[in-house]
């Protein structure tokens, strides 16, 4: 009976209910110097990492899983 209850608690606990449209975690990035995610692939060239800020239009959401 144990090991029903904990099977019981432990489903309820990964629940969650829908975050409001726009929230935003942590600090608003800067956005003065947001470079067009289009051109993001030729700013980049031969680099492996760059830290920058994008901008654009979503295009595709996919459904949570």
């Not at 432990?10 to 935003?24: E, F, K, S, V």
């Amino acid at each position: 009976m144990l090991t029903s209850l904990m099977y019981i608690r432990t489903a309820r606990a990964q629940q969650h209910t829908p975050l409001p449209h726009g929230m935003i975690f942590g600090d608003k990035p800067d956005a003065s110097n947001a470079m067009d995610a289009a051109k993001l692939k030729s700013f980049m060239g031969l680099k492996k990492r760059i830290t920058t800020v994008l901008k654009g239009t979503i295009v595709k959401v996919t459904k949570e899983k």
